[in-house]
């Protein structure tokens, strides 16, 4: 009764999608295999049983994709080489190029046939990006084949080789990620803890957050600086107005509390459960109140963050706003301190709306209510990638190109870069890019899971322990050289710098393992800091090894 069901391709596609997704949500105490992994293992599965869908089902989950890594990759991409930002890139080619080295070498070795040491590089650094690259220049005949191989033959490959490695790549970089600090004698809470100076690993919720006015009677507080009373609260909350003998008053740092000022502040609720006590009368005049507070998104724009440099802390100093949620490239990451604000960095903050419209003057475009999509821009930055993938330099009598992957992730950086500068350009909120790159990455797994299916046994009883060994060594050897490097010449903290392996080898299931060590979100930065290169260098990677 389930074959009709199965049959339909639609159907197929969302069972695969639906039941991968749930294997990828169970947690083994701290580990979880991720969404990807999981409709891979499920596709691969169905695939050994000799379902299929289209290539065009694949194809199209690909483009939405590899454009979308662009698309979200373009505001930070060439910010991040301020500062610190050379450090990551560094990071990454030496990960990539190992990793890329390393592929050739013992696929060569091992006498893997054609395009498998594409599928070992994709797999042994977990990076979907590389596969889809490596299939599509095959396909798209940009890689040119050898003598003898159809590009089913290589395709099949490819995918094969993904597949045996990718699983082992994941388990063995989470395995590797939680020993190395016992194997180096590094205590990784500790170490985060020394880039924590300043940051609140407790967050403030939104819905906790709440606008209370005072008279100062209280002696205690006399003479106090509102700097100090920023030192205590720790961008929990900050003042919004600031009356003194009847006239409202530009608050700075250096302001301090006197009798009768009347103060009204914005935070979190349980802060001011004794600021009766500690300051004076709660007051309720409609003309402290009466502007209700707004929860908002603020997507950081280059064009407005050049005329001042600003840090998280900064929202609560300077613009009297909580921020309850900092994101990059979608990753959480700590605030306060140091943590300076780079175009296409989203800011989830709570305030009063007059407030709110001074901070987004200053640092960004508010997303209140606007969920429309700008598809023109979206549909012809797609064509317009897949025009640069198909334009070749003839090298004698090899046409040489970017191919399709590499032409949609120029596109979507390019448009990225712009929609940083000019905000109301090729808008696609957050929710949707998080649609577009989600759903097309699980629709090519599963295109990718079906077609290795088949030839996954084989391939197993073939080469299965050579794959294997090949996969841990292109897992551990960039990951350990990468951290000795890190640590040894680029100086990075430990917390910082497993992050950052983990974003070099774009694993979000790592990431989660290193936070969860080092009880701290420090990690995200280090791993935002090299996604945005990997993804880059390895999408290019996976059509350059197709050459050697």
């Known amino acids: ?141 940009t890689a040119p084949l050898p003598e003898g191989y159809t590009v089913d033959e290589a395709v099949s490959n490819i995918t094969t080789c993904y597949a045996v490695t990718y699983i082992f790549g994941l388990i063995g970089l989470i395995l590797l990620i939680k020993y190395i600090p016992k194997l180096t004698r590094v205590n990784l809470p500790e170490e985060a803890a020394k880039l924590e100076a300043g940051k609140d690993k407790k967050v403030p919720s939104a819905h906790k957050i709440v606008k209370r006015a005072y008279r100062i009677t209280e002696k205690a507080a006399i003479g106090i600086p509102v700097n100090m009373l920023y030192k205590k609260v720790q961008g929990k909350a900050t003042i919004v107005k600031f009356k003194r003998d009847g006239k409202y008053i530009e608050v700075t740092p250096e302001t301090t509390l006197a009798i009768g000022d009347e103060i009204t502040f914005v935070g979190q609720l349980e802060l001011f459960k004794d600021a009766r006590l500690n300051l004076g009368p709660e007051l309720t005049e409609d003309e402290m109140l009466v502007e209700p507070l707004e929860s908002v998104r603020i997507v950081a724009v280059r064009s407005k963050l050049k005329k001042k440099r600003l840090i998280s802390t900064d929202i609560t100093t300077q613009y009297g706003c909580i921020l309850t949620r900092f994101q990059r490239v979608r990753v959480d990451v700590a605030i306060g301190g140091d943590v300076e604000i780079e175009p296409g960095d989203v800011l989830h903050v709570t305030g009063p709306r007059s407030l709110l419209d001074r901070l987004s003057k200053d640092i960004g475009h508010i997303e209140r209510t606007v969920e429309a999509t700008d598809l023109v821009t979206f549909a012809f930055g797609i064509v317009f990638g897949i025009f640069l993938g198909s334009l070749a330099i003839d090298m004698g009598g090899v046409p040489v190109g970017i191919g399709t992957a590499g032409g949609l992730l120029v596109s979507g950086l390019i448009i990225g870069y712009l929609r940083s500068i000019r905000p109301t350009f090729g808008r696609v909120p957050g929710a949707t890019r998080w649609v577009f790159m989600e759903l097309g990455l699980l629709m ?57 392996i983990a974003g070099a080898m774009t694993s979000g299931a790592a990431l989660g393992i290193i936070k969860e060590e080092a009880k701290s979100s420090i990690p995200s930065l280090g791993y935002t800091g090299t996604y945005v290169f990997a993804n880059v260098l390895l999408t290019i990677a996976g059509t350059v090894i197709l050459f050697i």
Request: glycine letters at 14%; zero cysteines; aromatic letters at 12%.
């Open 444 to 500: 090519f797994m599963t295109g990718v899971g079906l077609t290795a299916g088949q030839d996954i046994v084989e391939t197993f009883l073939a080469s299965g322990a050579n794959l294997i060994v090949s996969g841990i060594i292109v897992t551990s050897v960039p990951a350990l050289i990468g951290y000795l490097f890190g640590r040894r010449i680029l100086k990075l903290n430990p917390a910082m710098l497993l992050g950052a």
């Open 1 to 141: 009764m389930y074959e009709p069901i199965l049959n339909n391709p639609i159907a197929l596609l969302f069972i695969i999608i639906g039941l991968g997704y749930l294997l990828g949500k169970l947690k083994i105490r701290s580990f979880q295999l991720g969404p990807a992994a999981g409709v891979l293992l499920v596709g691969l599965l169905f695939g050994n049983y000799g379902y299929e869908i289209s290539p065009e089902v694949q194809t199209l989950g690909f483009t939405l994709f590899i454009f979308s890594i662009g698309f979200e990759a373009g505001p930070l991409f060439f910010s991040v080489l301020r500062a610190d930002g050379i450090k990551y890139l560094t990071l990454a080619i030496v990960i990539a190029a190992l990793g890329f080295t390393l592929a050739v070498v013992l696929s060569d070795l091992f006498g893997f046939p054609f395009g498998s040491n594409a599928g070992v590089l994709a797999g042994g650094l977990t990076s979907s990006p590389t596969l889809a690259a490596a299939q599509h220049a095959i396909m798209g005949g």
